[in-house]
């Protein structure tokens, strides 16, 4: 009706109100979905945080355990490190046995069958052998000294150096010398 | 429009789920802060320190298991006849007897001996004190051996040497004049690969320098250091040094020696 003022504005209120509630209600759903969802989570890493420190103060029992009983067999662990240390270092000298016995059989297979290898002194630090060789006569002395410095001894790995020459009233001929091997061969 | 002014009450009557929800974030915001997040935090913190731990845990498992393992008999008489080769104490009685029953095993007389065995003590403390200074752990005992036999004899005991309980390094051999011949053997193995056959039926004289080898090993232990591995090569080896000829002193004829004299007197 024209000129007539609408002052039913209760009604009016009422309606803006349940506008309000309506919208009210929507967020008041995300939200409870949101708290639900938040509840798991939050249950959850408690859980799993609970499940984790039992199971760390479980490993520390076992460790603790565990030294406690290394502890016990310290006896024992100190016979091992004994035996591993020992058949280390027997290992090595068996090592160098090897090579000392093959720089040897080496060495004596190449000395002429009429001389005599009188003396042989092994010096492990340098890796030598110092010898004397008996040669019987001054012939004979020319052939040891072409397989002492002949390529044999090198070909193999070897060295030899003379030291001395001398004669006796026999007349043999007595060389020394050091026949090196390992890594001190002297080139 | 007419403002009317509203009483708490009313406001939350009308807002009611918006303030709840309000209410809920404002609770969720503060958990996730104040115990959410400390929460994960610790819980990171917890699962790297658990798997530090039970990596700690799996090396003294293991530790525990090898040792129980080295407790078997196989290895309890690989560890007696390793401490037998390389004795902790000085050797030198026990490679007497070897080197003695050696030369009879062999058919050759020992006729000399040349050592300056220093002091010689029943225990490893004892030649700690002895080992003045040196931080090698291989210590060896000087002897020169003067031997007589055929140089066939002579050759073979060179040749054993290496083979024997305690262990022995010839680091020097020397011939002297022999009886029947005015030569002197080939030495080998040394020297078998040169065998002289004329002069093996003479008697020779021999002068070897030998090193009698021992290890007075002092460990210290805590339990919690790692144990060394062997390798494979290592424990072939140990199976080798079981075939070690040992000459273990004769207990019953040390038994029938009755030490000291008997009591003259009656009371």
Do not use: C
Not at chain 1, 24 to 34: C, M, Q, R, T, Y
Not at chain 1, 96 to 101: A, H, P
Not at chain 2, 49 to 71: A, P
Not at chain 2, 145 to 163: A, H, R
């Amino acid at each position: 009706m024209p000129g007539i003022i609408d002052i039913n504005f209760l009604r009016d209120q009422r309606r803006a109100l349940a506008t309000k509630e309506l919208k009210d209600k929507k967020i008041a759903k995300i939200s409870s979905v949101i708290v639900g969802v938040f509840a798991i989570v939050f249950i959850g890493v408690i859980g799993v945080s609970i499940f984790f420190s039992q199971k760390e103060k479980k490993a520390q029992a076992s460790i603790d355990s565990a030294q406690v009983q290394l502890k016990k067999m310290l006896p024992l662990e100190k016979d091992y490190v004994i035996y591993s240390k020992k058949l280390k270092i027997l290992h090595s000298i068996d090592q160098e046995r090897q090579t000392k016995r093959a720089a040897a059989t080496f060495f004596y297979s190449i000395i002429p069958e009429e001389d005599e290898l009188v003396d042989a002194q092994t010096d492990e630090k340098e890796h030598k052998i110092a010898f004397s060789i008996l040669v019987p006569e001054i012939f004979k002395l020319q052939h040891l000294l072409d397989v002492m410095y002949g390529d044999a001894v090198e070909k193999a790995g070897y060295s030899i150096k003379g030291e001395s020459l001398s004669r006796n009233n026999q007349g043999e001929y007595k060389v020394m010398g050091d026949f090196f091997y390992g890594s001190q061969v002297k080139k | 429009m007419i403002q009317i002014d509203k009483s708490p009450t009313q406001i939350f009557r009308e807002r009611k789920y918006l303030i709840v929800s309000i209410v809920s974030w404002v609770l969720i915001l503060g958990l996730s802060v104040f115990v959410l997040k400390p929460r994960i935090e610790a819980m990171l913190t917890l699962q790297s320190s658990m798997e530090k731990k039970q990596k700690e845990l799996s090396v003294y498992e293991n530790k525990i298991s090898f040792l129980k393992n080295f407790q078997s008999q196989d290895y309890q008489k690989m560890k007696n006849q390793i401490n037998a080769i390389l004795p902790s104490a000085k050797p030198f009685l026990t490679s007497l007897y070897a080197l003695e029953q050696l030369a009879a095993e062999h058919q050759i007389s020992l006729v000399g001996l040349v050592s300056a065995p220093g002091k010689i003590a029943s225990n490893e403390g004892e030649l700690q004190k002895d080992a003045a200074g040196g931080n090698a752990e291989l210590k060896r005992l000087q002897l020169e051996v003067q031997l007589m036999g055929l140089s066939k004899n002579i050759q073979e005991f060179i040749d054993t040497i290496p083979s024997i309980v305690p262990a022995i390094d010839v680091h020097g051999v020397s011939f002297g004049s022999a009886r029947g011949s005015n030569k002197a053997p080939a030495v080998s193995k040394q020297t078998t690969e040169k065998p002289e056959e004329a002069s093996s039926s003479a008697v020779y004289q021999a002068q070897l320098e030998i090193d009698v080898l021992y290890a007075p090993l002092v460990i210290s232990l805590t339990g919690n250091q790692q144990l060394s591995v062997l390798s494979k090569e290592e424990q072939d080896f140990a199976k080798t040094l079981m075939s070690y000829k040992s000459y273990p002193p004769d207990a019953s004829a040390e038994a029938e020696q009755n030490p000291g004299k008997e009591n003259p007197f009656s009371f």
